[in-house]
């Protein structure tokens, strides 16, 4: 008879090696499965960070623009507002002294600029001319009321249209500015002159369609 001790239990044999292997497989599984969408997210963290920071770059490059813009144009109008005060500055001066040359044009056309005074004279128009005064207004040329003022009128018949036949006084500019126009006197072609040398070409050109046109040398 077999005698069995009390309290004692047989469990199989498991070798020790085995079930670490086992417990290092499934700890890798395990691992690598956490791992993969941890990478996925810290990409997504990564793209949308550079999408923002390429955001701010372009607004600050919008705004940088638009500074620059600014500035120029800035530039541009400080510019323009400082040569239209020169101009102002210079007309207001330059006004004042129109009578003085109206009164050497008169001398010199009556060849009364001779000795120290046409020395002065001369220096004088020197002076106006650097500081840009700009004498128009001539004879023959056609009549803009902008920057001519007509004082005389008459009708001549060798005129197409209104045209200035004498300066009386010149007139006077600075760049654009017209600081004083040119006094004139204007002559318009004879009333019905123009209709009457039209006439003429209309009989002349039916004597010729009636005679079967012009004689021929």
Do not use: W
Not at 50 to 79: P, S, W
Not at 106 to 118: I, P, S, T
Not at 182 to 193: H, K, L, W, Y
């Amino acid at each position: 008879m077999t005698e069995e001790t009390p309290g004692f239990d047989e469990k199989p044999d498991v070798p020790s090696d085995a079930a670490s292997e086992d417990a290092a497989q499934e700890a890798e599984s395990a691992d690598k499965a956490g791992s993969a969408p941890a990478g996925d997210v810290q990409d997504v963290a990564l793209q949308a960070q550079l999408d923002q920071v390429r955001t701010a770059l372009n607004e600050r490059t919008a705004d940088l623009q638009r500074l620059q813009a600014e500035y120029q144009n800035y530039r541009r109008r400080v510019e323009r507002d400082r040569v239209t005060v020169k101009e102002i500055a210079a007309a207001n001066l330059l006004s004042e002294l129109l009578p003085v040359l109206d009164d050497v044009g008169r001398a010199r056309e009556h060849g009364e600029l001779v000795g120290g005074f046409k020395s002065v004279a001369e220096s004088l128009e020197t002076v106006v001319a650097k500081l840009g005064l700009q004498q128009f207004g001539k004879e023959g040329e056609p009549f803009d009321p902008t920057i001519h003022e007509a004082l005389m009128h008459s009708y001549a018949p060798d005129v197409t249209e209104t045209t200035c036949v004498a300066i009386l006084q010149p007139g006077y500019r600075i760049g654009e500015r017209t600081i004083r126009p040119a006094r004139v006197a204007v002559a318009e072609p004879q009333p019905g002159a123009q209709s009457a040398k039209s006439g003429s070409e209309d009989e002349a050109k039916a004597s010729d369609e009636e005679s079967g046109g012009p004689d021929e040398g």
